[in-house]
């Protein structure tokens, strides 16, 4: 039997987010028989810990998520990296291949290790749009220090949609070795957990018509404007429900702007669900109103269940729904949004057909497919092209 090839992923955490939910769907699709595969987190913090296969050999950089948090900044703003290469020496193997799974300035923790033959990154924003990465479209000077000290050192960069590259390469220009490479969204475990009703959610979402959303609640997920545009939709005299499953900071802020403007029975923040699928396929629209996505897994799960989709024109969305073709789209604007809530409300037969389409293009996302393209890229090949 042939060597096992020897693979590093790093994140930050595990969070409730879209791409680490994409990294265990991942890790629980690679055969081990292969692959020798550990797991390198910053901060072990979030709802998939726990959900990590067995036969991934985990390490973790910090317990405690505010020290994490507080290192992580001082190495972001001041490039006191001393203790991550620290962290990064201690590692007791030799890897083929290393993975930054979402890319950052912890990317550069692939450098501080001559322990890693060939480093990659995957990056699953939009740079553009992303208010987290706009300083790199206005500073030059960090422009070019990113650029010459992380991304022309890796070899390769791989992007979750033709949308998120594009952006990338606007900013820093052409690199050598870059691709795109869907998340691996596990479509048999999404179709199977419909059936498991472990949603803590009672109301049934038959009563009336009903709009779901799924998402860690952050300025960059757009809640505000969804609440915002409800309150339009439901002073234009149309009764309806608003169901947002998902945490994070925003909650206080979100919870408040639901107070002000008098929508507690119209919108609900159920914080985060470890199983929306039932919520989600019985809902009348999926709405997703994002400032910036790059490749948007939950909507990827909607479209896998059927569900028709409302989506605001972010460069991700934009692409996954084909201006329109595939799930109706509407501007990033409070009353455009609440415009095309209310068509669906009005119109039936939208949601048949939208159902329809979400199907249809739900087959962009065949997980065999995908896996094939992480092994080539594990094996020093160049993915499948998409």
């Not at 948007?296 to 989506?311: F, N, R």
């Not at 501007?331 to 455009?336: A, G, H, K, V």
């Amino acid at each position: 039997m042939p060597k096992k090839r020897k693979i590093l992923f790093l994140i930050p955490s595990l969070r409730g987010g879209g791409a680490e939910r994409t990294l265990i769907n991942l890790l629980q699709k690679i055969d081990y028989d292969l692959y020798d595969v550990d797991l390198l987190v910053v901060s072990k913090e979030g709802p998939y810990v726990d959900m990590i296969p067995k036969r991934v050999g985990v390490r973790y950089f910090f317990n405690n998520n505010f020290i994490a948090r507080v290192l992580g900044y001082i190495h972001r703003t001041f490039n006191i990296d001393w203790i991550f290469k620290k962290k990064m020496s201690e590692l007791d193997k030799s890897y083929d291949v290393g993975i930054s799974f979402l890319d950052s300035h912890y990317t550069d923790l692939l450098f501080y290790t001559d322990n890693i033959e060939k480093r990659f990154a995957f990056v699953h924003s939009s740079y553009l749009s992303h208010e987290n990465y706009q300083k790199f479209s206005t500073h030059d000077r960090l422009r070019e220090k990113v650029k010459n000290n992380r991304y022309l050192k890796l070899d390769g960069i791989y992007f979750v949609s033709h949308d998120s590259m594009a952006d990338f390469v606007e900013i820093f220009g052409e690199f050598p070795k870059t691709g795109v490479v869907y998340n691996v969204i596990d479509q048999e475990s999404v179709l199977r957990k419909v059936g498991y009703n472990t949603s803590p959610l009672a109301e049934s979402t038959s009563a009336r018509f009903t709009f779901t959303a799924v998402g860690s609640l952050l300025p960059v997920k757009g809640f505000d404007r969804l609440i915002r545009a409800s309150k339009i939709v439901r002073d234009s005299g149309y009764e309806f429900k608003v169901h947002i499953a998902g945490s994070g900071p925003e909650k206080d802020k979100l919870t408040k702007l639901i107070d002000k403007l008098g929508l507690e029975e119209t919108v609900k923040l159920h914080g985060f669900v470890k199983n929306p699928y039932p919520l989600m396929k019985n809902s009348d629209v999926f709405v997703m109103s994002s400032v910036s996505e790059a490749l948007p897994t939950v909507l990827c799960e909607a479209m896998i269940l059927g569900t028709p989709s409302l989506v605001t024109n972010c460069s991700g969305c934009r692409g996954l729904v084909e201006n329109g073709e595939f799930g109706m789209i509407a501007e990033q604007d409070d009353r455009d949004f609440a415009e095309k809530m209310i068509r669906y409300m009005d119109n039936p037969n939208l949601l048949n057909h939208y159902s329809i389409k979400s199907l249809k293009r739900a087959e962009l996302f065949d997980d065999e497919r995908i896996l094939q393209s992480y092994y080539n890229i594990f094996e020093g090949k160049e993915p499948l092209p998409v």
